[in-house]
């Protein structure tokens, strides 16, 4: 059974880090683009980070770009979000995602509906 188990969110201060993990089971995670979303209260879904099936491609929400990078082991199934200079409007849920025949990874972030698999998301909260 494909799972995806999200891990790392807290509570942190603006300015903190943290580092998120999507540990992957039931399928080989190199066939699959990953992307990180994120879901604030009374917000829609957005993409933050996309990453190629071999990891050499990336792509960014410009809200993140020099604060956030993405990477992924694909010999752990693991896929990371270290998320540095967090600020207040970083809080949300965050979810991790796959998806199969991705060409774009811009237009994969920027369409959840494009992601075929899902994670439970994690709980990232930045408070003073």
């Known amino acids: 059974q494909l799972q995806f188990v999200e891990s790392g969110g807290g509570l942190v201060q603006p300015g903190g880090s943290l580092r998120l993990s999507c540990a992957a089971s039931?399928?080989?995670?190199?066939?699959?683009?990953i992307g990180w979303f994120r879901q604030a209260p009374g917000k829609e879904r957005e993409g933050v980070s996309c990453?190629?099936?071999?990891?050499?491609?990336?792509n960014y929400a410009d809200s993140v770009k020099g604060r956030f990078t993405i990477s992924r082991d694909n010999a752990k199934k693991t896929v990371y979000l270290q998320m540095n200079s967090l600020k207040l409007e970083d809080t949300a849920i965050y979810y991790c995602?796959?998806?199969?025949?991705?060409?774009?990874?811009?237009?994969?972030?920027?369409?959840?509906?494009?992601?075929?698999?899902w994670g439970q998301g994690t709980q990232v909260t930045v408070s003073s």
């Open positions: 990453i190629s099936r071999s990891g050499g491609s990336t």
């Open positions: 039931g399928f080989t995670l190199d066939r699959y683009a």
């Open positions: 995602a796959a998806a199969l025949g991705i060409t774009s990874l811009q237009t994969m972030c920027a369409r959840p509906s494009m992601s075929d698999y």
